[in-house]
């Protein structure tokens, strides 16, 4: 069940539900037990025993997309993710689950844990012919891959390129590392000119972030990205969603790559060409919500002359990808996910930044090829 500290986090909810309107489910089903209010007051029961953790309470918790916006406008500060968290185990025990849906998890939780694996077979699945005879179901699932498979990073050290200002050690993650690799390589390409060194080490893996979210322990994964990057003090990712998880394994080491380049020094003797386009930039909610960073993206693109830098519309509300949402709840992921290219239709932009590869994937699904803002700017800084 939930340990104490959660069980008194939720008790500091006060019910005032001035998070109500700012939760996406909430707004979609226009119940409370779908709202943050009613999440937390059965979670609260939940953990009293006064409430039975059946099908219709898992319903309502699974609902949640974790995107934290409640958190974000809760005056009392309660820390909706903390209670969250500490309910994914009691709520993945209620499920029952068929053989084949557990093979399929435990499969999945090995092939995170070994991201080098999904890398070897996403690269050889990217290039094979029998991407085109996938019945529909998996249709939609390739649709968010890359069309062919990218140059691959190698784990390695990259030499800063000039005068050496630091040391940094660079998070593949478990799926950026086929389905956004130029993130990556753009990347280190720009933390290079910018005197840093930096570090790819072979032994990491997956931030754990699916792992918490299937109530699964996470410790053997910290435990490698511990000793993984034990020899570099800080640790830049490309994608906002494992920086926001590693936040909490690695206190202030963590750094979403726009922040970090945001607040190196040297930008003075960098040569930026400039780009005339309007850049719509996507507020991914692990970026705003758990990160507090969501200024930095739009700050690293104001750096590339003549670029046109705006915000989509509806920037608070989440995009429906969250993890393995879009898998497991379709039909929420799908009407946020409308909502979402109905806002980026009416902007007429040329291209749309995301910092989350979740999101730039789901967009993708969607006939919406996104770009990181760190791919944008090292493009104008002679990165091919
Ligand atoms: S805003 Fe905070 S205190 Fe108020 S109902 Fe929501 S979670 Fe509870
Ligand atoms: S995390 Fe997001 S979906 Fe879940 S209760 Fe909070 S605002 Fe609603």
């Known amino acids: 069940m939930m340990s104490k500290n959660a069980i008194l986090e939720a008790e ?13 489910t909430y707004l ?16 609260r029961g939940a953990a009293r025993c006064e409430i039975p953790i059946n099908a219709r309470f898992v319903e309502h918790i699974d609902l949640c997309l974790d995107c934290r ?9 309660v820390a909706y993710g903390s209670i ?27 092939l995170l844990a070994h991201p080098e694996k999904i890398e070897q077979f996403g690269r050889r699945y990217l290039g094979s012919p029998i991407r085109g005879l996938l019945p529909d179901k998996l249709k939609k699932l390739d649709a968010m891959l890359p069309d062919a498979p990218a140059r691959e990073i190698k784990p ?16 593949l993650g478990c799926v950026a590392r086929i389905s956004d690799s130029v993130t990556l390589r753009a990347s280190i390409h720009v933390l290079n ?68 380049l945001n607040e190196s020094e040297g930008w003075e003797n960098m040569e930026i060409s400039p780009l005339d386009a309007k850049i719509a930039v996507h507020d991914p909610c692990s970026l705003r ?44 992921a799908n009407a946020l996910m409308d909502d979402k290219m109905k806002l980026i239709g009416g902007v007429n932009a040329d291209v749309v930044a995301t910092s989350n590869v979740g999101c730039a994937m789901s967009f ?10 760190v791919v944008l700017l090292a493009y104008q800084m002679g990165f091919v």
């Open 12 to 24: 500091r909810c006060v019910s005032c539900g001035l998070c109500l309107q700012n939760c996406p």
């Open 28 to 43: 979609k089903t226009l119940s409370e037990a779908d709202s943050p209010r009613g999440r937390i007051a059965l979670m």
């Open 69 to 77: 916006a409640c958190e974000r406008v809760c005056p009392n500060q």
């Open 84 to 110: 969250l968290r500490a309910m994914r185990k009691p709520v993945e025990a209620a499920k029952r689950q068929g053989l084949l849906e557990k093979l399929f998890r435990r499969a999945s939780l090995f």
């Open 156 to 171: 390695s050290i990259y030499p800063a390129v000039g005068e050496k200002r630091g040391d940094v050690g660079l998070f």
């Open 193 to 260: 000119r910018l005197g840093y060194t930096v570090h790819v080490p072979q032994a990491q893996t997956c931030c754990g972030a699916l792992h918490g979210r299937l109530g699964e322990d996470e410790a053997p994964l910290v435990e490698r990205n511990r000793s993984a990057f034990a020899k570099v003090d800080k640790i830049v990712c490309t994608s906002s969603a494992c920086a926001a998880e590693l936040l909490e394994q690695f206190p202030g080491r963590v750094f979403d790559i726009s922040r970090f």
């Open 289 to 332: 919500n758990v990160l507090k960073g969501e200024a930095h993206p739009y700050k690293l693109l104001e750096r590339i002359p003549n670029a046109k830098i705006v915000a989509l519309p509806g920037n608070s509300q989440c995009c429906g990808s969250a993890g393995s949402y879009f898998l497991t709840q379709p039909a929420m």
């Open 364 to 373: 993708k699904a969607r006939g919406l090829r996104t770009q990181h803002p």
